[in-house]
């Protein structure tokens, strides 16, 4: 299952790029929606990647991603390892947007589900996320903007 969206946001280009690329504490509060803490571990950090294990909150699933940034503007993670999928990642693309802010053109997406329950989350996923994800995406980016700003970020 590949999803492909564009999301404008007020983040400008350095923060959305900051926001998929900063493997800090302050990632955990950029994507406090989707990415579960207690998953969360950086396994390797270099100048322009990253070996990340992330998982999603209540349902216990967990990739094991490598990020690269090596290209200004364009952030790509690949799944090493998971326990639900056989593979997948995604790609994104952060350009200026005109009035503002920037736009994120995405490719993202993971291969068929391993076992039951990776089965079960797999087609889960095909179905919601088309509806979930970009919003999901779009309220990180308002975080990380407001955070840069000094202000505080909105609730989700």
């Not at 998929?20 to 950029?30: I, K, N």
């Not at 207690?38 to 294990?53: D, F, I, P």
């Not at 994800?133 to 700003?149: E, I, V, Y």
Request: contains cysteine; proline residues 6%; hydrophobic residues 40%.
């Amino acid at each position: 299952m590949r999803l492909h969206f564009t999301l404008d946001t007020p983040a400008t280009p350095e923060q959305a790029f900051r926001a998929f690329t900063d493997f800090g504490a302050r990632r955990l509060e950029v994507w406090k929606i989707t990415l579960d803490p207690s998953t969360y571990r950086v396994l390797e950090h270099g100048e322009t990647n990253a070996l990340v294990c992330e998982g999603t909150p209540r349902f216990g699933i967990w990739n094991i991603e490598r990020y690269d940034w090596s290209e200004p503007g364009h952030v790509t993670w690949a799944t090493e390892h998971s326990n639900y999928c056989r593979g997948g990642g995604a790609e994104v693309r952060i350009a200026p947007a005109e009035g503002g802010g920037s736009r994120l053109t995405v490719t993202w997406g993971h291969d068929a589900g391993v076992g039951v329950r990776g089965t079960a989350v797999f087609w889960l996923q095909h179905l919601l996320a088309r509806r979930l994800l970009p919003g999901r995406w779009a309220a990180a980016m308002a975080r990380a903007a407001a955070m840069d700003d000094g202000a505080r970020p909105p609730e989700p």
